[in-house]
């Protein structure tokens, strides 16, 4: 299948303190990975760099092929690669319209901002400002901003965080659909639960490297998964 | 077109009439008026759509009015030397702009203050710019008017643009990126290009109303150009109009404008004194003008 994301031998470092140490990575298209990892691992980073809100010590990118290695972010988000943010950072005096009229008049290819709207529920909201909402209608609302990118790679930084299970069941049936659509999802998430049944395969991080690559159900069996990350009590995962 | 810019710009067709019904002293009162929101407006550009405070863009306004009165003193038409201020001005900012837009916030208003200083040092000293001596020069018949008109014409330039951009789609990408430059970033906006096209633009507009002031003053000098007193008002009168950044430098640069002209004239010996309170009493209580706009 078509990588629609390459992430080649990607360093950083934050004065003496090495945040990714050589992270190779890859999603396909139509693929939902998850990117796992205790606080401190590099995830976050590692998003900021795709996105290129910070720029990678050394290691190359590419989107579709094409090197984005040294693209600033809004070249690479036209290209059709979208994010939201680990705190959401909506355009605060903005109204929701206008918040993703920003985002369809920048993109190379716009969406409609009404179909957006109600496409994650937030189009009765319309004429209120970003500051005025709640955490899940903020991050519903840096979902539509994001999509209306048409992207073809969506970097979330944890979706899920915060949200009700009534509303992290509303974003997982859209992130389905969104998969079914042919785009390419590479999230950050620390409620593993909510990746069941979603993620094609998750991706953990610890001390800026790779430690597993595979199954989430296979994690849990994972030693050094279990050492770093879920800690030794067993984990099962129901579904 | 909303009632209120409609009544504004009625207002404005008046003044263009005004000048012929009233004495030179009231002539002069207006023009002081109009030139402060002149300034006012132009620095609006930045601080109110980008969110960039240019604590020393008044050393646009300096450049533009050296270079008007360089010009004009060899002989150059008024228009001409007019424009190339305007011009001469958005140039210097386009080669400062590396420097001074890879800074955000107080770092940048600092920076820009640091600017206007340095060009103030040089134009006491250079030879072309008269030294502290400054520069004089003879003036046609009916330049008050002819200074009038010109302010009043670049006010109205500067209203109309104001008020497209606040309601345009490039108004509302600007203020994305005042509220949030890397959300912007990552949703495809140049944020860079934006805020550099909008400083070269507040330059052009500060050159272009040094070049009037100049003509208006028939005498530019350093410590009258690049006097911080001129940001002061400036930014006094952009917080003022902070809830309402269309019309608020306007509304409240002729109540400065008025306040100043009686504090002096009743007060003459206490004048700076008391306008200093009134400013620190109108921040303090009106931190965000006292036009509040309607949630």
Known sequence: MEKVLEVVDVKKSYGGNLVLDCVNLSVKRREVVGLLGPNGSGKTTLLNIISGITRQDS??????GIDISGLPPYRRARLGIGRTFQIPRPFWNLTLWENIQIACHHAEKGAEVEELLKRVGLYELRSKKGGELSLAQRKRLELARALALKPSLLLLDEVFAGLNPAS???????LKELKEEGISILMVEHVLKALFGLVDRVVVLHGGRIVYDGSLEGMAQDQEVRRAYLGERHITFEG | MRKADLILLFLILLLFVLPLQINPYWLRLLTAFIFLSCLSYSHNLLFHFLGYPAFGGVAFFGFGAYTFSILYNHSTPLLLSLLLGGVSSLILSLLISPILMRLKSHYFAIATLAFQL???ELAQNLEITGGTKGIAFNLPEYSNLIAFYSFLTLLLTL?????FLDRSRLGLTMKAIREDETTALSV???????????????????????GVFSFWNAYVDASTLFNPMLSVKTFFILTLSLSLPTYGPLLWSF?????????????LM??????????????????????????
């Open chain 2, 270 to 295: 206490l004048h700076g004194l008391l306008l200093g309170i009134a400013i620190v009493l109108l921040i303090l209580f009106f931190p965000r003008g006292v036009v509040w706009k309607r949630s």
């Open chain 2, 188 to 210: 495809g906006i140049n944020a860079v290009l934006y805020r550099s096209i909008a400083f070269m633009v507040m330059a052009f507009f500060l050159g272009l109303t040094g």
């Open chain 2, 159 to 163: 209203l109309m643009l104001t008020l």
């Open chain 2, 118 to 120: 340095c060009l103030m």
């Open chain 2, 255 to 267: 109540f400065f404008e008025m306040l100043f002209e009686l504090l002096w004239s009743k007060f």
């Open chain 1, 168 to 174: 992290i069941k509303e974003i997982q049936s859209l």
């Open chain 1, 59 to 64: 290691g190359a990118l590419r989107f579709k």
